[in-house]
């Protein structure tokens, strides 16, 4: 069976790495030569945290990397694929562009799956003449050690293209759970309501940083606050997902802080700028003091 995951980033190359360790050869593909060599020694570093830990095996590690290999001709990457998993940005206008020419590139009997974590499977099976083989694979982070795949159906995918997903999921090691296409799907749509409540609480003045984070951690035993798991996500893409589900449902519940909203605006991403509402520069969490933490 040939996999092509596109896009090389976190969730890419997680989802690749992913494959290749359950013995699936897998083609990564991306524009930037650069971000695939990035990439690549990502998964090899991460086989050898897996190799050091215990949880494989030296072998395994050559093994899975045997299986990958790279590409940044699409065309060429999903010749004769089984499944394509789409990984790019969480823009709908790019995911469009791209199902259009795996469309045109892909045989018959591929399936087109989308990693997206909120935009409308529905709407991106339009921009194909394959609606029924159109299907959500909503992986969570870290990829490698995460079990659950959140498997979306779209309006028109089909059970025989439903019943394929799973079965494959389950051999990666993972519990598949079937969800229907609506905004948000339900990973998110019960996630980001309460990361934008957290933030809310913040904005108004209600505790800081550590307190919310700490009253979660320790009181509803969750192994990060909603605050830190926004920098890890990434503040840009909590606001994508806010807004996904405050425009597709109509309810004010979902509209994004004014706190979110000004940070984003600001650049202030999370992790992957080093600063969100913690301080990411020297590789820890240290607590950002800011006016806009403090206004009421």
């Not at 190359?13 to 593909?29: R, W």
């Not at 830990?53 to 072998?59: P, Q």
């Not at 090691?173 to 996630?191: H, S, T």
């Not at 202030?268 to 969100?276: F, R």
């Amino acid at each position: 069976m040939k996999i092509v995951v596109i896009g090389s980033g976190t969730m890419g190359n997680g989802i690749a790495h992913s494959f290749a360790q359950n013995g699936y050869k897998t083609t990564l593909v991306d524009i930037s030569p650069t971000a695939l060599e990035k990439a690549l020694k990502t998964i090899e570093n991460n086989l050898e945290r897996m190799v050091q830990k215990g949880k494989i095996v030296d072998a395994k590690k050559e093994t899975t990397l045997q299986r990958l290999t790279t590409s940044s001709n699409l065309k060429m990457a999903v010749e004769n694929a089984d499944l394509v998993v789409e990984a790019a940005t969480e823009n709908l206008e790019v995911k469009l562009s791209i199902f259009k020419e795996l469309d045109e590139f892909c045989s018959e009997k591929t399936i087109l799956a989308s990693n997206t974590s909120s935009i409308s499977i529905t709407k991106i099976a339009s921009a194909t003449q394959r609606p029924e083989k159109v299907i959500g694979m909503h992986f969570m982070n870290p990829v490698p050690m995460m079990k659950l795949v959140e498997v979306i159906k779209g309006y028109s995918t089909s059970d025989k293209t439903c019943n394929s997903i799973i079965e494959l999921t389950k051999h990666l090691e993972k519990e598949p759970i079937l969800v229907n296409d609506y905004p948000g799907f339900i990973a998110n749509r019960i996630l980001m309501p309460m990361i934008n409540e957290a933030i809310s609480a913040l904005h108004e003045g209600v505790a800081g940083v550590n307190e919310i984070d700490g009253i979660m951690k320790l009181g509803m035993a969750h192994p990060m606050g909603p605050l830190q798991l926004a920098d890890f996500i990434g503040l840009d893409v909590c606001l994508s997902i806010l807004n996904v589900l405050h425009e597709g449902l109509g309810n004010p519940k979902y509209a994004p802080c004014p706190l979110l909203v000004k940070m984003v605006t600001a650049q202030k991403l999370g992790i992957k700028t080093q600063e969100g509402f913690y301080d990411w520069s020297n590789g820890t969490k240290e607590l950002i003091v800011s006016q806009s933490f403090t206004n009421k």
